[in-house]
């Protein structure tokens, strides 16, 4: 069974930094097509924070633009999220995504962490 946990979350204060760590059991992270941080405010949708493909082709979401790093550990079978420059708008719960392509149902299989709270205070 595949299951990911997400750790490194806290609180910090404006302009401080983070690493977010998501850490995969069951499956490989090499075997993963993608890697992803999600993150979801009160009250708001889930959105995209970075994505890391196979290759380490990277995708990054447009709220943290220019402040987070995404990166992943084969051997450790661990993704990476880097945050830097944080503001309180970045205050939410973080997911951790892990999804590979099932060629015989032809559909993806997510796999979701429980989430870290990051709070961005003073």
């Known amino acids: 069974q595949v299951q990911v946990v997400e750790s490194g979350g806290g609180w910090v204060q404006p302009g401080g930094s983070l690493r977010l760590s998501c850490t995969a059991s069951?499956?490989?992270?090499?075997?993963?097509?993608?890697m992803g941080w999600y993150r979801q405010a009160p009250g708001k949708g889930r959105d995209l924070v970075a994505l890391i493909g196979i290759g380490g082709r990277t995708n990054y979401g447009g709220s943290m633009t220019g402040r987070a790093t995404i990166s992943r550990d084969n051997g450790k079978n661990t993704a990476y999220l880097q945050m830097i420059g944080l503001k309180a708008d970045d205050t939410a719960v973080y997911y951790c995504n892990a999804r590979h392509y099932n060629y015989d149902r032809s559909e993806w299989e997510d796999y979701w962490g429980q989430g870290t709270q990051v709070t961005v205070s003073s």
């Open positions: 069951g499956e490989s992270i090499a075997n993963f097509d993608a």
